[in-house]
């Protein structure tokens, strides 16, 4: 018999990603009590998404949000609680959270991880919550961002750019940051002008070779539109005005 110690298999499933909650009877167990006294049985006027812990990634933890009625609610399970007590007796996070709270939305993406920031006022101050996924539920959450921006859940950005297309120049300046621009009409109808800045990085083992680290600057009718991308990493940030 092998005494070899077997590795656990943590490859991303599809039973890890992020699903639409549809009706109070698909309500993760954890959550059920306090989602429906939440609610008071009202669960027609949200939007549920519930995302799963993945065993791909450490950071990563169970968490379910709704959207609707001018207002966000978020439930998460405490990962430090949870491994010292029952499943039962884990101490849940909530918050509740007014969209006119809401002062910056950020999104993050690297690889196969992504995340949508919000930035919003609190009682003690500034304070952020953090919602991340796999960039292949991008149905669950662009409806969300778009939602949190004041648009129509289905608004789609290059219907919008193909009425008032972006500028050619910023097209042969840096073919990167002109297709993650059109993130930029969530806060208009279009632009012209625009700040663009980059910077080569050499690699320590092979100084031969370089990684462009980029920076996009865009003022839209509704608020300031920044880019930055470096490598795998590309962040949008949408300042609400």
């Given at each position: 018999?092998?005494?070899?110690?077997?590795?656990?298999?943590?490859?991303?499933?599809?039973?890890?990603?992020?699903?639409?909650?549809?009706?109070?009877?698909?309500?993760?167990?954890?959550?059920?009590?306090?989602?429906?006294?939440?609610?008071?049985?009202?669960?027609?006027?949200?939007?549920?998404?519930?995302?799963?812990?993945?065993?791909?990634?450490?950071?990563?933890?169970?968490?379910?949000?709704?959207?609707?009625?001018?207002?966000?609610?978020?439930?998460?399970?405490?990962?430090?609680?949870?491994?010292?007590?029952?499943?039962?007796?884990?101490?849940?996070?909530?918050?509740?959270?007014?969209?006119?709270?809401?002062?910056?939305?950020?999104?993050?993406?690297?690889?196969?991880?992504?995340?949508i920031i919000l930035h919003y006022h609190a009682e003690n101050g500034q304070s952020k919550l953090q919602l991340p996924y796999v960039p292949s539920v991008y149905y669950l959450y662009d409806p969300f961002l778009n939602w949190l921006l004041g648009l129509e859940k289905e608004f789609v950005p290059a219907v919008a750019e193909a009425e008032h297309p972006r500028p050619e120049k910023l097209y042969h300046e840096s073919l990167a940051m002109y297709n993650y621009s059109m993130g930029a009409y969530r806060l208009g109808s279009g632009f012209s002008e625009y700040q663009y800045e980059s910077k080569p990085h050499r690699c320590k083992w092979m100084p031969w070779k370089k990684t462009l680290e980029e920076w996009l600057k865009i003022q839209m009718e509704r608020g300031l539109f920044e880019l930055h991308s470096f490598g795998y990493f590309t962040e949008c940030v949408y300042h609400i005005s």
């Open positions: 018999m092998s005494n070899k110690k077997q590795i656990p298999d943590k490859r991303p499933t599809i039973s890890e990603w992020p699903v639409r909650i549809w009706s109070m009877e698909e309500l993760p167990p954890q959550y059920d009590a306090q989602v429906r006294g939440w609610l008071k049985n009202d669960f027609s006027d949200y939007d549920f998404v519930h995302a799963p812990k993945r065993s791909s990634n450490d950071e990563s933890f169970d968490y379910m949000f709704g959207y609707g009625n001018d207002r966000i609610l978020y439930i998460a399970k405490d990962s430090v609680k949870a491994a010292k007590s029952l499943e039962s007796q884990c101490n849940l996070q909530m918050l509740e959270i007014e969209k006119q709270q809401i002062t910056k939305v950020l999104t993050e993406r690297e690889l196969l991880n992504a995340k």
